[in-house]
């Protein structure tokens, strides 16, 4: 049976349904003083440093990079902008280093989004920040749920920024008009933006928390040169055999070679899976390289003998890569069980309760104490579980004094009384 309303009262529906909806963010496309312009003479980087000096606040800082199209991860475009000194768009190709610019900033608070993909290009111009604000780090802490430059704008800024040249070949000159605009746009609004993220940790309590993270950002060491880089290749462990992963090795490193010499990313001359493909084929003639999978266009055809004396060296070789290099890292959680039943207990009693507590502080579980970590400490836990033991164990491993705060004590009591494994299941027999 069906009842019609007859007061006036409006049903949660109807609430719901009257309720406004959200207003459209306000597309931005132009530069307040508009599109400045490049800055590629000595003169010009002076004039920018002066500029930038005599301005107040923090400077927002961005980077642009040829990531896919050139060797390396070095930065083609540099864009800074702060209050009372404009937007800069500084091409660094032409200088030895920017450091007319980082003498400008000293003391000064940069503010960047994802900062660790961008200090690396910037310290190799000799740029490093006294004090550091990384906005997509903090969208994280203060819980958004989505923490790209783009999404973090529109939801507490209400303004839309386009992201169409994000991918673009940044070395390319002269560069475009619309590129120089989006990426003069990529600092348009990041103080700004500092200042509400700053207040949402602020209201939550949780601004500490991010200067502490932003700090170990800035104070981190350059990581140490990877053993075996070409372990990295896509699809390596698709071989089995010592020999083919010789033939890879050999392969990366004579691409990586050619690469740096071509100034190309390694990947534009002969992808990754031609490389596994070629370790398993083993081809001895150029009409057969060729056939492999993978290789074709110029790199392969020009230099297919290139690529057959590798894999000439890979037969011939006497000493043979192993299959796997040792690791500090525990095995597999998964095996924890059959290989460290008590181990086990530790990380599955552990785990879920440092997940809650992330929980409640309304950021992801691996902001408050990263899986490898907990990892770490429950596969190898101090030999007397404290407090102060699990907090140095967490210190030494890197974490940071509030994690060590928010954790230390929910995991001391984890690993002292460890909850049972859950029973396996077992099939039953038809």
Not at 3 to 28: F, H, I, V, Y
Not at 310 to 339: D, F, G, N, Y
Not at 346 to 374: C, G, I, S, Y
Not at 409 to 430: C, G, M, N, Q
């Amino acid at each position: 049976m069906t009842t019609s309303r007859t007061d006036s009262t409006p049903s949660p529906t109807d609430a719901e349904d009257s309720t406004p909806p959200a207003p459209e963010p306000t597309p931005l496309t132009e530069p307040r003083e508009g599109v400045p312009p490049v800055v590629n003479t000595d003169a010009g980087l002076l004039r920018a440093a002066r500029t930038l000096a005599a301005g107040s606040g923090p400077v927002a800082v961005d980077a642009e990079r040829a990531s896919g199209f050139r060797y390396g991860q070095r930065a083609f475009l540099v864009q800074l902008r702060r209050r009372g000194a404009g937007t800069w768009l500084i091409d660094p190709v032409p200088f030895n280093d920017l450091l007319p610019i980082n003498e400008a900033l000293h003391g000064v608070e940069w503010i960047l989004h994802a900062a660790t993909q961008d200090l690396p290009c910037l310290g190799e111009l000799g740029m490093h920040p006294d004090a550091l604000f990384d906005t997509e780090l903090a969208g994280r802490i203060a819980g958004l749920p989505r923490v790209g430059l783009g999404p973090v704008v529109e939801s507490l800024l209400g303004l839309r920024l386009a992201k169409e040249h994000s991918a673009a070949d940044w070395s390319t000159r002269p560069l475009p008009e619309p590129w120089l605009r989006y990426a003069a746009l990529d600092v348009e609004v990041l103080d700004e933006l500092r200042i509400a993220l700053a207040e949402l940790l602020q209201e939550s309590g949780k601004l500490g928390f991010a200067a502490e993270e932003f700090e170990a950002i800035r104070t981190a060491p350059t990581p140490a040169p990877r053993v075996d880089p070409w372990r990295r290749t896509s699809g390596l462990h698709q071989l089995r055999d010592r020999r083919q992963l010789a033939a890879v090795q050999a392969l990366w490193y004579e691409r990586e070679s050619l690469a740096e010499n071509r100034d190309v990313a390694p990947g534009r001359l002969i992808p990754d899976a031609a490389l596994i493909a070629a370790a398993k084929a083993m081809p001895t003639t150029v009409p057969q390289m060729l056939k492999t999978p993978g290789f074709h266009g110029r790199a392969a055809s020009k230099e297919a003998p290139r690529w057959l004396r590798c894999l000439q060296s890979a037969r011939q070789a006497e000493e043979l890569p192993p299959m796997h290099i040792p690791t500090s890292a525990p095995p597999p959680a998964r095996t924890w069980p059959e290989k460290d039943e008590a181990a086990a207990r530790r990380l599955n009693t552990a785990k879920p309760r440092v997940a809650r507590r992330a929980e409640q502080l309304q950021m992801p579980t691996e902001n408050l104490l990263t899986p490898d970590t907990l990892r770490r400490v429950a596969w190898r836990p101090p030999e007397e579980v404290t407090p102060e033991t699990v907090a140095t164990a967490l210190a030494d491993l890197g974490a940071r004094p509030w994690q060590i705060r928010e954790t230390a004590p929910i995991i001391t009591v984890a690993f002292l009384d460890p909850e049972p494994l859950p029973e396996k299941r077992t099939s039953k027999p038809a």
